[in-house]
């Protein structure tokens, strides 16, 4: 059965830092992506990672955020920094079947996804 479970979300003020895991039972070789959803808003990409190390980065999240992955201990990891209260939501850890994260951050090519972990900013 495949899982991934996400983990480190919490509430920091602006400026502040966290970094999210994310423990999955996917094939290492699978794409995995952070995804985030703000409240009243659709989903979105925020990064994503092949298995060889290739990272994606979306638009809201550039600069600030870095997605790396430890394979030996299946789990993937996303450092926030300097967040922003507008980088409130619940983010989900995804995979792609894809092993070249070719689909780039489209949500419909993410097959397998976390229930989330909260992330609240405050101003």
């Known amino acids: 059965q495949v899982q991934l479970v996400e983990s480190g979300g919490g509430s920091v003020q602006a400026g502040g830092s966290l970094r999210l895991s994310c423990v999955f039972s996917t094939p290492t070789y699978y794409c995995m992506g952070w995804f985030r959803q703000a409240p009243g808003k659709e989903r979105e990409g925020v990064a994503g990672i092949s298995s060889y190390g290739r990272t994606i980065y979306g638009d809201s999240g550039q600069g600030r955020v870095t997605i790396s992955r430890d394979n030996a201990k299946n789990t993937l990891y996303l450092q926030l920094n300097s967040l922003k209260p507008e980088d409130t939501g619940m983010y989900y850890c995804?995979?792609?079947?894809?092993?070249?994260?070719?689909?780039?951050?489209?949500?419909?090519?993410?097959?397998?996804w976390g229930q989330g972990t909260q992330v609240t900013v405050s101003s």
């Open positions: 995804a995979a792609n079947r894809n092993v070249f994260c070719s689909g780039g951050l489209s949500i419909s090519e993410f097959v397998y």
